[in-house]
């Protein structure tokens, strides 16, 4: 069991930068694949970003890819989504991911932070 709790969301304009970060506590964070997800108003749930265990590879959703950065630091149990390049369009409740197992690739997770709102206005 793990439990994840996000900050570091707001208002940015167009343009802007704004860091999310995302404290975990329970197991061993390192056994963990993170990720984020966005949810905009009146949209689905959309992939953003994952990380791996030892945060040596990351995969990125294409309209956040060469904008958006995700890591991590194993000693903090803590996952960071850097974006860069805010566009209105990224307005969204920001929810960070876990997840057992080893592939950045999979879109199933099995624990889920209660989410942050990032609003970008133009």
């Known amino acids: 069991q793990v439990q994840l709790v996000e900050s570091g969301g707001g208002l940015v304009q167009a343009g802007g930068s704004l860091r999310l970060s995302c404290a975990a506590s329970?197991?061993?964070?390192?056994?963990?694949?993170m990720g984020w997800f966005r949810q905009a108003p009146g949209k689905e749930r959309e992939f953003v970003a994952s990380?791996?265990?030892?945060?040596?590879?990351?995969y990125y959703a294409d309209s956040v890819k060469g904008r958006f950065t995700t890591s991590r630091d194993n000693a903090k149990n803590t996952v960071y989504l850097q974006m860069n390049s805010l566009k209105p369009e990224d307005t969204a409740v920001y929810y960070c991911?876990?997840?057992?197992?080893?592939?950045?690739?999979?879109?199933?997770?099995?624990?889920w932070g209660q989410g942050t709102q990032v609003t970008v206005s133009s």
């Open positions: 990380i791996s265990r030892s945060g040596g590879s990351t």
């Open positions: 329970g197991r061993i964070f390192s056994s963990y694949v």
């Open positions: 991911v876990a997840r057992v197992g080893s592939s950045i690739w999979t879109m199933e997770y099995d624990y």
